[in-house]
Each structure stands twice: as C-alpha cells, then as structure tokens.
C-alpha cells in the first residue's frame, strides 16, 4: 500500500471515530473513575490485578502523572472489565495536516525568494505569490519531499 493510500485509509478509520479529540481524561484518572463508576474499592481491583492495594494507589498516581504503561493500562482496563483504546488523533485529517505543512514550507522558501526579489525591486505581486506558494506546496505533496518533516 503506498502512502496516499495508507493515510486515506488511516483518516477514514479515525473520521468514523466520535469525536475523541473532546474527551478529557478525568482529572484522577481512567482508572480510579471508573473503579469507583462500579463501586469497586482498592482492595477488590489490587485482589483482580493480584498485587496489593497500594500498588492500586500507584497505579492511578502514575496514570495522572503520564508516567504509567501502556501494558499496566491494558492489565487495569482487562481488570476493570474495560477495553484499552489507545490512538492518535490528528487535529484535522493527515491530509489536511500534510497540506497545512506543505504550505508552511513553501511559504517559507517562496518568501526567501521574494524577499531577495525585492531588493532587486522585481518582488512578485500579493496574488502571483500566493499561487507560487500553492503550486510549490503542491509539488511538495506530490513528490512526498521529506522536508516537509525537516523544520518545526
């Protein structure tokens, strides 16, 4: 599968998706939210996770902290009769990020060009250098030039 074809397939995924980008984790956590959703106390999920209870206690520390795994999120989740969604979403689609990068970098170059135009005084007019800026852009996508990834 070639990468055009990847990234539609992967933005079709997420577009059929509800609107993730929204939903906040809870300020204590999936884990302790949802323990306590079902009533289930400490000592009930550490006896389910076959640890001891603090290590419960832990557990939802590192969640709030970002320090916790992956591989200890899943085992909570199986615990608490939960499944493990991990994703990225983009802010847009992949294309519309690509494209909004494309166009970044082809400003950047066009507007190097522009600018030493300029002091020749053969600087481009507003419109012609916004479409020099969209067909460069363009070309970057077409060709899938790696500098689009090269700046921040």
Not at 35 to 60: C, D, F, H, N, Y
Request: hydrophobic share 40%.
């Amino acid at each position: 599968m070639d990468k055009a074809t990847a990234r539609k397939a992967l933005d079709s995924k997420i577009a059929s998706l509800p609107p993730l980008q929204k939903m906040q984790r809870p300020h204590k956590g999936w884990i302790r939210a949802v323990k306590e959703a079902l009533g289930m106390s400490s000592k009930q999920l550490a006896a389910r996770l076959g640890v001891s209870p603090p290590r419960i206690t832990a557990l939802e520390k590192s969640e709030v902290d970002e320090t916790v795994t992956l591989a200890s999120l899943r085992r909570a989740a199986e615990a608490l009769d939960c499944a493990l969604v991990y994703s990225f979403v983009p802010k847009g689609s992949f294309e519309e990020v690509l494209q909004t990068r494309a166009r970044r970098i082809a400003a950047d170059i066009i507007g190097k060009v522009d600018h030493t135009m300029r002091l020749e005084a053969q600087n481009l007019q507003s419109d012609k250098l916004n479409e020099e800026i969209e067909n460069l852009a363009a070309q970057i996508l077409r060709e899938q030039h790696k500098i689009i990834w090269d700046k921040r």
